[in-house]
């Protein structure tokens, strides 16, 4: 039996280790990805720190995986060996308990996570569920496509299911690993878009990515900016620090929407009557199926959207991930296998 390369943890706060495995092989309804590329992810921090619910370990992290497809299980349909697939944080759908049979695959009640209820893309080799499995346009490389399908989806999906519509202003809270991704869909979703971070060092970044507007909340009341251009139809709240989004609210016009995608700690602050005058809503949103992937690759395929990365090779993982957790990447850190 032929061995494969794995970063795996084997305790909560344990370290990475490399070590080898045999590959996998893949069970009725499931492929084999051989792994080009896998994104690191804050939610990695889940399975490393053991803070998700009922996590088995060992386990191997990564849920924004880019590879082919060179073995495929028993009773597979519509997916061939060759196949350039990726697979994100949704780990599949069993297409018959009750969210399933009511359309809604994204709350299945099966309940698979890729990275921590099976083991992920920090490995030469994945075994996922059909159903997790989103074509890869040709025209993207595996290092970019990974970060697409997780951070990619979660505000491509969010942004067209928002409501608004081109030409209403759409702002987008933050300008991180989320963040610099909503600018861009957003931009090119035909949004009037406006960024918003600390400082006013990002602008020209935010401009570059396709902001017509750029907001320092340092400097500048946040929601009175945005009620001068005449309230947001959508904030895409990308930030993890409740203040901040709580400060944001107050921006939003008549039927706005705020769309939560960052976790804080802390509760929101939310006016009622803010909610009740001008039937705004806070709403959060699940980032996406494997069609949701799919479809998130596409569009950026077709109007140039990317993650900015940086790349290192998959035995330096916990390298990698120390430089994800530390903020300080750029934004997205991706690992490549060289396979
Ligand atoms: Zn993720
Ligand atoms: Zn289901």
């Not at 949704?90 to 049979?101: A, L, Q």
Request: contains cysteine.
């Amino acid at each position: 039996m032929s061995k494969m390369r794995a970063v795996q943890v084997t305790q909560p706060n344990g370290p990475f280790e490399l070590v080898e495995r045999e590959i996998p092989v893949p069970a009725a309804g499931h492929v084999r990805l051989k792994v080009e590329a896998c994104g690191i992810c804050h939610s990695d921090s889940l399975t490393k720190e053991g803070t998700f619910p009922g996590i088995q370990y060992p386990r191997v992290p990564g849920h924004e995986v880019a590879g082919i497809i060179d073995a495929v299980g028993a009773g597979v349909v519509g997916w061939a060996k060759g196949q350039r697939v990726g697979v994100g944080w949704h780990g599949g759908y069993c297409g018959h308990c009750e969210p399933c049979r009511r359309g809604d695959f994204f709350a299945c009640q099966w309940g698979q996570v890729t990275g921590i209820t099976y083991d992920g893309g920090y490995a030469d080799y994945l075994v996922a569920h059909s159903s997790a499995l989103a074509l890869l346009p040709e025209d993207l490389s595996a290092a970019e496509a990974g970060p697409l399908v997780c951070a990619g989806v979660t505000t491509f999906n969010s942004l067209r299911n928002s409501g608004a519509r081109p030409n209403d202003v759409v702002a987008v809270l933050g300008l991180g690993g989320l963040g610099h991704l909503g600018v861009q869909f957003a931009a090119k979703m035909g949004f009037k878009t406006v960024a918003i971070a600390r400082g006013s060092d990002k602008e020209p970044l935010a401009r570059q990515l396709g902001a017509q507007r750029y907001i320092d909340s340092q400097a500048q009341d946040v929601a009175a900016e945005l009620v001068k251009m005449g309230g947001a139809k959508v904030i895409l709240a990308t930030v993890t620090n409740a203040e901040a989004m709580s400060a944001t609210l107050g921006g939003l016009g008549i039927n706005g929407k705020f769309i939560v995608l960052g976790a804080p700690y802390e509760p929101l602050e939310v006016p009622a009557l803010l909610l009740i005058g001008g039937r705004r809503a806070v709403a959060g949103w699940y980032s996406g199926t494997s069609i949701d992937s799919q479809d998130t690759l596409s569009f950026s395929a077709f109007t140039g959207v990317r993650a900015m990365t940086e790349v290192y090779p998959l035995e330096r993982a916990a390298e990698a991930y120390e430089r994800m957790m530390s903020g300080k990447a750029r934004f997205r850190v991706v690992l490549t296998t060289g396979q």
